[in-house]
């Protein structure tokens, strides 16, 4: 099912070499979004010195949801506008060794500028930050909210499922009386028309033998068309189908099988239909329970 959660987390790092000076605070943003699949597709799009949170957040994820193409994203960001982060003597005295080592091998190359010590520094700060005691407890707070999202979203999706059931029973139920009529009317058409070919035959009246013969031939006939069954077994998938959403749960694989059944039941229904009124049936049956389809094949 479909989702949107997000999280942050604000710290502040302070300077080791003095107590009293912060550097500027950095936020840990983290974004899970969930979109429709029939499977469990999990994808990370993590900056660098998060990467080796994945494995466990991946564990998280796996551990809570069954379905869904999930995407998640983090970034680090500085909260301080405009801040230049002001680099340590450590850092300049270890930039100064390395820009050393480099000028006795290529005595060509430029030196460091001001601009681009500045930009290591931010660079060191922020991978030098240990986000270890934020990144989980970030990931179970957004996954939380998305779950709310998604269990927002199956309440919406199962109200739409129980009026698409409650629209097949009224097309069932008005195929039901159908059934017997068309029975009795294809049963007579089908006396009628062999009456008609033995009259054609000899001009006489149509023995008793025969009569029974068309009568039996009719019976079944008017069996191969007989729809009551395929309706039986309908409203019985309908019941099913009803129980399993109002119960709730992991229901998902057993949503899927029970409208395969129904489009089973609806397409027989076409197929053996002798009368416009019930082909229109089948018809609109088949469209409601593909609509059902698609949205069943994202619930867990």
């Known amino acids: 099912m479909t989702g949107y959660a997000s999280a942050q987390h604000s710290t502040a790092k302070t300077n080791p070499e003095s107590e009293s000076k912060a550097a500027p605070a950095s936020q840990l943003g983290l974004e899970i979004r969930s979109v429709n699949s029939r499977f469990l597709d999990l994808s990370f799009r993590l900056p660098e010195e998060l990467r080796q949170f994945e494995p466990s957040l991946r564990e998280l994820l796996v551990s809570r949801l069954k379905r869904g193409k999930v995407e998640v994203r983090a970034a680090i960001e500085s909260t301080t506008q405009g801040a230049v982060q002001d680099p340590s003597p450590r850092l300049l005295q270890r930039l100064n060794a390395v820009q050393d080592s480099v000028k006795a091998w290529l005595p060509d190359a430029a030196p460091l500028s001001v601009a681009d010590i500045i930009r290591l520094a931010a660079t060191d700060s922020s991978c030098s930050r240990d986000w270890s005691d934020a990144v989980m407890p970030l990931g179970q707070q ?159």
């Open 142 to 300: 957004a996954l939380e909210a998305l779950l709310s999202a998604r269990q927002r979203e199956g309440e919406r999706l199962a109200t739409m499922l129980l009026e698409r059931i409650g629209q097949l029973r009224t097309l069932a139920n008005q195929a039901v009386p159908l059934v017997p009529q068309l029975v009795a009317q294809q049963r007579q058409r089908f006396v009628e028309r062999w009456k008609e070919a033995m009259a054609l035959t000899d001009g006489t009246t149509l023995p008793e033998a025969a009569q029974d013969r068309a009568l039996s031939e009719a019976t079944a006939f008017a069996i191969r068309i007989d729809v009551a069954e395929e309706i039986t077994r309908l409203n019985s998938h309908l019941t099913e189908l009803e129980r399993l959403i109002t119960k709730g749960g992991e229901i998902g694989k057993r949503l899927d099988f029970l409208i395969q059944e129904l489009h089973r039941e609806a397409n027989t229904m076409g197929s053996k239909s002798a009368a416009l009124e019930l082909t229109h049936i089948s018809v609109d049956m088949k469209v409601l329970i593909e609509q059902m389809r698609e949205q069943v094949q994202n619930i867990e």
